[in-house]
């Protein structure tokens, strides 16, 4: 994680200039180390997936981890190009991924809009590439979409935030909203990292705006 000022690039590289692929995937331990279950695919068939990025994985895992209805989560690297990223490419910000968690839940515990308000809640998506002292497009706000109906009711929710956001003199949401292309999964010390280190760092803040969920949710 980053502190202070940098001179990491704040510029998404092309395909030209996007590092190249690895030939092989990073090494992770399959099991929770917090709870126990699959971390991967294949999971329970009654579960969905939702990826979210929102600056440092490390606090935002913990964040999700802790909700009633979330089955396991992991965190990785998405919306990128370069495949099978290490954390050092990723760091690089010559490979176009973010740092995202992904979230394993079960919709009739918690729903997807539940998820985004907390999603929403925990950290300034109006910060572009960077979150806090954490600068680099690693750190952007994201949400990717596994189906059509994530993507409206995500698409409906930064609408939602986005008015409550300027309520309260905040400037314009920069999270990016698209289509889950390809998960890869962080190097196994970074999985569940505050549960094995608890005095780890976690920059996670918030703007203190509320997103209020509707009554069914």
Request: one cysteine or more; aromatic letters at 14%; charged letters at 20%.
């Amino acid at each position: 994680m980053f502190f202070g000022t940098s001179k990491k690039p704040v510029e998404l590289p092309s395909i030209e200039t996007a590092l190249p692929d690895r030939a092989y995937p990073n090494q992770f331990t399959r099991e929770h180390f917090v709870n126990g279950n699959p971390i991967e695919e294949p999971v329970p068939a009654n579960l969905k997936k939702a990826v979210f990025g929102l600056g440092c994985f490390w606090g935002a895992e913990r964040l999700f981890w802790e909700l009633h209805g979330v089955f396991s989560t992991a965190v990785g690297y998405a919306g990128g190009i370069t495949k099978n990223p290490s954390y050092e490419d990723v760091c690089s910000g010559k490979t176009g991924h973010t740092e995202v968690v992904l979230v394993f839940y079960d919709p009739e515990l918690i729903t997807y809009e539940h998820l985004l308000a907390v999603f929403w809640q925990a950290h300034d998506p109006t910060q572009g590439m960077r979150q806090g002292n954490d600068l680099g497009t690693q750190y952007r706000s994201a949400i990717y979409c596994t189906d059509a109906d994530q993507s409206d009711v995500a698409t409906a929710s930064l609408r939602q935030f986005q008015q409550a956001l300027l309520d309260k003199s905040f400037g314009t949401i920069t999270t990016e909203i698209s289509v889950l292309c390809n998960f890869y999964y962080a190097e196994d010390y970074h999985q569940q990292y505050l549960a094995k280190n608890p005095g780890g760092y976690c920059g996670l803040a918030g703007t203190g705006v509320c997103y209020e969920l509707n009554s069914s949710s």
